[in-house]
């Protein structure tokens, strides 16, 4: 599996920017598929998944949604609201465990996107 994300870029603050993550070299509607982000500095952080539910870090809950177009075999991650602190690296990524409970984990995750900047000015 493939992954390949998009749709990152200089946003003000307030800004409802979507990213993209688009699959290729397996159809991933069986597949957990996660958002997660690393700020300068920091370790990579769980943002949200779509597995046999969908999920939010504490942060983001209430302004980010993740969605799934099957036919496209493409997962996005819409952001509103954003702040500077979601300022970070955004990557999408893939499990054929879709019923893992540790979702959360980056180690759960067989196959990663590039990743795409997010830059939040105030």
């Known amino acids: 599996v493939q992954l390949q994300a998009s749709g990152g870029g200089l946003v003000q603050a307030g800004g409802s920017p979507r990213l993209s993550c688009a699959a290729s070299g397996r159809t991933v509607s069986s597949y957990g598929m996660g958002w997660f982000r690393q700020a300068p500095g920091k370790e990579r952080e769980f943002v949200a998944v779509?597995?046999?539910?969908?999920d939010y870090a504490d942060s983001v809950k209430g302004r980010f949604t993740i969605s799934r177009d099957n036919a496209k075999n493409t997962v996005y991650l819409q952001m509103n609201s954003l702040k500077p602190e979601d300022t970070a690296v955004y990557y999408c990524?893939?499990?054929?465990?879709?019923?893992?409970?540790?979702?959360?984990?980056?180690?759960?995750?067989?196959?990663w996107g590039q990743g795409t900047q997010v830059t939040v000015s105030s």
């Open positions: 990524a893939a499990t054929p465990s879709r019923y893992s409970s540790s979702y959360y984990t980056t180690t759960t995750y067989d196959y």
């Open positions: 779509s597995n046999w539910k969908t």
